[in-house]
């Protein structure tokens, strides 16, 4: 088992829909989660971290869940720059320790 | 204000050739990192270094090694290229804390022939 899993999608969403993200990590001690954002061919770049408590970011809602070891994304009102993959990242074990899943690729369309 | 740099952006090598990967960074982070990336894998950790003069490695270390000249500088050396290295290599750095997120250079494209 992947220590960080998610969906490779894609996912095609319309314009201004809701679309959601899910993220299982295997490592019940890790510490540190974060949602990144990558560009075709091009580097990540940090779209938001995410905390105990839940955190919004404009359209954009992280939250995670430590008893079933998941965090999720939420996008609302989708716009086509968000076509992108998007990143799970868990800190786990030592603080240099970033584990990265696969990705999950978003398609908004017109 | 540059962030990470990575030099070169492409580069294509005959099986067995050499080269080294430069990184920069202008931001005082203390932590390196050098990551691969490769289709429906996700980044996996070559090398990282947690403060200048230690280097530890990651999860695919082998066939690869690195130096942490300076403070700002973290470099990636690929002593016999092999097919199975031709990936998009990024380095990436970070300030020391558990919260803190990783800055990614623009990346590097190598195919190995």
């Known amino acids: 088992r992947k220590e960080v899993e998610q969906d490779p999608g894609p996912f095609n969403v319309p314009e201004g829909a809701t679309v959601a993200f899910n993220c299982t990590y295997s490592?019940?001690?890790?510490?540190?989660f974060f949602w990144y954002r990558q560009d075709c061919r091009k580097e990540p770049k940090l779209l938001m971290s995410v905390y105990s408590s839940g955190n919004e970011d404009g359209r954009f809602t992280a939250q995670l869940n430590r008893a079933s070891q998941y965090i999720s994304l939420l996008i609302r009102d989708s716009k086509l720059s968000d076509s992108a993959t998007y990143l799970c990242v868990v800190r786990s074990g030592g603080y240099n320790k970033l584990i990265f899943g696969a990705g999950t690729r978003l398609a908004v369309h017109p | 204000n540059a962030g990470v740099t990575q030099t070169p952006k492409f580069q294509v090598l005959k099986t067995g050739q050499s080269m080294t990967l430069q990184c920069a960074q202008d931001m005082n982070h203390n932590s390196m990192y050098w990551y691969r990336q490769d289709p429906g894998m996700g980044l996996r950790l070559i090398y990282y270094s947690a403060s200048e003069g230690t280097t530890d490695k990651g999860e695919v270390p082998n066939g690869y090694n690195v130096s942490r000249l300076n403070k700002r500088e973290f470099s990636l050396r690929l002593e016999s290229a092999a097919p199975s290295q031709t990936s998009v290599y990024f380095c990436a750095s970070s300030a020391r804390g558990r919260d803190s997120p990783l800055h990614f250079g623009n990346g590097t494209r190598l195919t190995v022939t």
């Open positions: 490592n019940s001690a890790s510490q540190s």
